[in-house]
């Protein structure tokens, strides 16, 4: 009987032995990928207009539902060595971009995420973004009205870094826009070229009241702007 209950005994240790490891026999610092996404709410574009500018940037909602810790992007443009680093933790879910006249180059950035993890250090799964940065430019419109005739004189200006204020724009193309009371169709009235001042004028008999704005076109280094409507 007792060979028997010692054989009983080695055929329970070596069932025991052989039952495959539980999740608590892992190592304590294996990592996996936790469910959800991180991602940025990356504004399609910057204008610089000051020698120092701030942006707020901010997660999306997804972060949070993930349970986010922290998160890092890395921005590069494209044609230039310089990168931008954003940082975010769970306090804020946001970060400031500042970027500098003189230094920040203009075009397009692409921004790669470089990490995330949540509450128990598990990477999150990020989106990539991009946005594109160029300088700002402005204009006036001002016009009057005289019986039937209506004139504009328009004053045309870009940021201009090396000075850090608004120039005046010559010889820049323009464009003069009109709409019909009660309508919401913008339409073309005249093209105008600024002179040698970053202004120009212009005269016609429309023997009605309309609605105007005046349109600059952007290039490769500046963003494009509309006046604010006048009516005449």
Do not use: H
């Not at 070596?14 to 936790?34: E, F, H, I, V, Y």
């Not at 879910?93 to 995420?113: C, D, K």
């Amino acid at each position: 009987m007792r060979i028997k209950s010692l054989l009983a005994a080695g055929a329970l240790v070596a069932g025991l032995l052989s039952l495959p490891a539980t999740a608590s026999a892992q190592p304590a610092d294996a990592r996996s990928a936790a469910a959800g996404t991180c991602s940025m709410v990356m504004p399609a574009r910057f204008s610089i207009r000051a020698a120092v500018t701030n942006f707020k940037i901010t997660l999306a909602a997804n972060c949070k539902a993930a349970g986010m810790s922290d998160a890092t992007w890395t921005g590069s443009t494209t044609g230039s060595t310089w990168s931008e680093f954003l940082w975010f933790d769970d306090t804020t879910y946001s970060e400031t971009l500042t970027m500098y006249a003189l230094s920040t180059p203009v075009g397009r950035t692409t921004w790669i995420g470089t990490g995330a993890a949540d509450q128990n250090y598990n990477d999150i799964a990020q989106t990539n973004a991009s946005s594109y940065t160029k300088y700002g430019s402005s204009a006036t419109l001002i016009g009057g009205r005289k019986g039937s005739r209506t004139a504009f004189i328009a004053t045309v200006g870009y940021y201009n870094p090396k000075i850090n204020a608004f120039a005046r724009w010559s010889g820049k193309q323009v464009l003069l826009q009109y709409k019909e009371i009660g309508s919401s169709t913008w339409k073309g009235l005249k093209y105008l070229t600024t002179n040698a001042s970053g202004q120009a004028a212009y005269t016609y008999y429309p023997n009605k009241t309309r609605t105007y704005r005046l349109y600059v076109p952007q290039n490769a280094s500046l963003w494009d702007f509309y006046t604010p409507a006048i009516s005449r």
